[in-house]
T-cell receptor, first 115, second 114 residues
Framework: AQSVAQPEDQVNVAEGNPLTVKCTYSVSGNPYLFWYVQYPNRGLQFLLKYITGDNLVKGSYGFEAEFNKSQTSFHLKKPSALVSDSALYFCAVRDVESNDYKLSFGAGTTVTVRA | EAQVTQNPRYLITVTGKKLTVTCSQNMNHEYMSWYRQDPGLGLRQIYYSMNVEVTDKGDVPEGYKVSRKEKRNFPLILESPSPNQTSLYFC?????????????FGPGTRLTVT
């Protein structure tokens, strides 16, 4: 079975400060990992993914994430947050060795960036 | 413009009245999927399809049906809706069933069952 945990329901930061959104995962094999963002009244948009290779992945809008296999984590980061980054963020995982094609999402983390 | 469309965007219905939510993509994607989003639970996968005529259950398939007769369309059918199916529904597609590919999401359908 595969699962994702986002331990923080909400993250609040001041504009210009670093932003971190935490994600840990559980799979029996190797993971494909994804981050998506949802702005109010919109569908989800893809930010970045880890498939293989370099543990530091860079994505859209200045976001990056670091894959840490020993800690089974894939935290999303941005060095300097903007008010426009305020949104709902989802981490997702798929077990590569699984013989199905399910994708599991975390419960989401609401990010608020104050001016 | 590459996109996933869903209709209707908003729907209020009564218990037991069959309904269909349509989903269409114009990107020639193989993989399509339906999710429901509920507060505190995130997105949960209902059904997915690897290609035409190939579908499988996600984590919460009870009370739902799907079909994939054409590559671009993946309708979600609620034969006898119940209040616990009140939710925000998203359709998504990706290039391949390998799911190493990112998914493109539709705008969502907010369903209320009374």
């Amino acid at each position: 079975a595969q699962s994702v945990a986002q331990p923080e329901d909400q993250v609040n930061v001041a504009e210009g400060n670093p932003l971190t959104v935490k994600c840990t995962y559980s799979v029996s094999g190797n993971p494909y990992l994804f981050w998506y963002v949802q702005y109010p009244n919109r569908g989800l948009q893809f930010l970045l993914k880890y498939i293989t290779g370099d543990n530091l992945v860079k994505g859209s809008y200045g976001f990056e994430a670091e894959f840490n296999k020993s800690q089974t984590s894939f935290h999303l980061k941005k060095p300097s947050a903007l008010v426009s980054d305020s949104a709902l963020y989802f981490c997702a995982v798929r077990d590569v060795e699984s013989n199905d094609y399910k994708l599991s999402f975390g419960a989401g983390t609401t990010v608020t960036v104050r001016a | 413009e590459a996109q996933v469309t869903q209709n209707p965007r908003y729907l209020i219905t009564v218990t037991g009245k069959k309904l269909t939510v349509t989903c269409s993509q114009n990107m020639n994607h193989e993989y399509m999927s339906w999710y429901r989003q509920d507060p505190g639970l995130g997105l949960r996968q209902i059904y997915y399809s690897m290609n035409v005529e190939v579908t499988d259950k996600g984590d919460v398939p009870e009370g739902y049906k799907v079909s994939r007769k054409e590559k671009r369309n993946f309708p979600l059918i609620l034969e006898s809706p119940s209040p616990n199916q009140t939710s925000l529904y998203f359709c998504a597609s990706s290039l391949s069933s390998g799911t190493a590919y990112e998914q493109y999401f539709g705008p969502g359908t907010r369903l209320t069952v009374t």
